[in-house]
């Protein structure tokens, strides 16, 4: 089994980026913390950054051709990308829609998503946890396994 972790804009300048919203903590950070409960869990990992739409949508492709379920954080394409959106319905990836930051507590432009119609759940609002609330909800032992 794989999880597919994917990155959108900007998220490689976590850690200098606005630390106030974002924090401190980098991307490389964040993937380290997920490789340590993913080999706890058995989960193989695939963690990827991208500033570019179509890498993105590449990526959403080749996760639900192979049944990986994703976490995604697509950063500002959240608020744009109808191409992202088409990605997930076309390709029928199980997606958990994350964000860092509690992104209805922010400006408005912020508070619609493209993403959300067609995730599976959505995470916000608990820094680098809400990568790690993700993985707990796709592989964790939590009630809707039992
Ligand atoms: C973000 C929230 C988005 O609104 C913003 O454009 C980002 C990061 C978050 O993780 O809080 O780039 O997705």
Redesign the pocket.
């Known amino acids: 089994t794989a999880v597919h972790v994917l990155n959108g ?3 490689n300048l976590l850690g200098s980026r606005e630390p106030e919203v ?1 924090g401190r903590a980098t991307l490389d950070d964040i993937r380290a913390a997920l490789a340590v409960r993913c080999a706890t869990l058995g989960v193989d990992l695939v963690f990827k950054q991208s500033n570019f739409e179509g890498d993105l949508v590449t990526w959403i492709q080749e996760a639900g051709a192979s049944g990986a379920p994703v976490i995604l ?4 394409l ?2 744009t990308s109808i191409a992202l959106y088409d990605a997930i319905k076309g390709s029928q990836a199980e997606v958990v829609e994350v ?3 509690n ?1 209805h507590a ?1 400006e408005s432009f ?1 508070h619609h998503s493209f993403i959300s119609p067609a995730a599976r759940g959505v995470i ?1 609002g608990f820094g680098p946890s809400s990568y790690l609330l993700a993985l707990e909800a796709l592989f964790g032992n939590t009630i809707r396994k039992t």
């Open positions: 804009p900007n998220l974002y954080n697509a950063g500002a959240t608020h964000h860092l930051s992104v922010r912020r916000a």
